[in-house]
């Protein structure tokens, strides 16, 4: 039972462009959204999260979105620059604590 | 220092078991454990807090961890089959939130 999905499995971008991720999910109750990025040989790092009160998030060029209604959330990363080349996951936070993770969209941005 | 993970590959054969040790940052009593595979992401297998259990996911009982005074964590694998070929990823963090997590750079097994 996959609660949290990532459907695209890969995305290419040309530099400057806008990069558009995308995540759904079955649990009304996740309290927290959160995307890491992930570079080859290394863990994930912590990009950017949304609380489930809040319909979008912004840091820099990094941007989430949430729809509640569609269960659905967004990653936004404008303009797209060749270093986020990277596997970038979604996660949601249950009330227990546990982060249930998707299956990863792998980023190419092409210069 | 971050959080350190060994070994940082291994080759294994079906039926054997295996021992993944992971060192959380200096202050972190909470480590949890990940498997990482192709299509499937990252699936959690369980969570330690000052040397218990707290959370823990859907792995067969083949799976199980343990965590010492120090906080420093292992995860050991029995009877292994050709499908725990993965990256094994740890995670520690302070008693916060799930996204103050800080992740090893993991244990890729291999398991002929």
């Known amino acids: 039972d996959q609660q949290v999905k990532q459907n695209s499995p890969s995305l290419s971008v040309q530099e400057g462009r806008i990069s558009i991720l995308n995540c759904d999910y079955t649990?009304?109750?996740?309290?927290?959204f959160l995307w890491y990025k992930k570079y080859p040989a290394e863990g994930p790092t912590f990009l950017i999260s949304?609380?489930?009160?809040?319909d979008k998030n912004e840091d820099g060029r990094f941007t989430v979105f949430l729809n509640k209604s569609a269960k659905h959330l967004s990653l936004h990363i404008v303009p797209s620059q060749p270093g986020d080349s990277a596997v970038y996951f979604c996660?949601?936070?249950?009330?227990?604590?546990?982060?249930?993770f998707g299956q990863g969209t792998e980023l190419s941005v092409k210069p | 220092t971050g959080v350190t993970q060994s070994p940082t590959h291994l080759i294994k054969t079906r039926g054997q078991q295996v021992t993944l040790s992971c060192s959380p940052i200096?202050?972190?009593?909470?480590v949890s454990w990940y498997q990482q595979t192709p299509g499937q992401g990252l699936q959690f297998l369980f969570e330690?807090?000052?040397?218990?259990?707290?959370n823990k996911g859907n792995f067969p009982g083949r799976f199980s961890g343990r965590q010492f005074s120090n906080s420093r964590s292992e995860m050991n694998v029995s009877t292994l089959e050709l499908g725990d070929s993965a990256l094994y990823l740890c995670?520690?963090?302070?008693?916060?939130?799930?996204?103050?997590?800080?992740f090893g750079p993991g244990t890729r097994l291999t398991v002929t």
């Open positions: 995670a520690s963090r302070t008693s916060g939130k799930a996204y103050e997590q800080y």
């Open positions: 949304i609380s489930s009160i809040k």
């Open positions: 996660a949601a936070e249950n009330q227990g604590g546990k982060l249930i």
């Open positions: 200096s202050g972190h009593r909470s």
């Open positions: 330690y807090f000052s040397e218990t259990q707290r």
């Open positions: 649990n009304s109750m996740f309290d927290y």
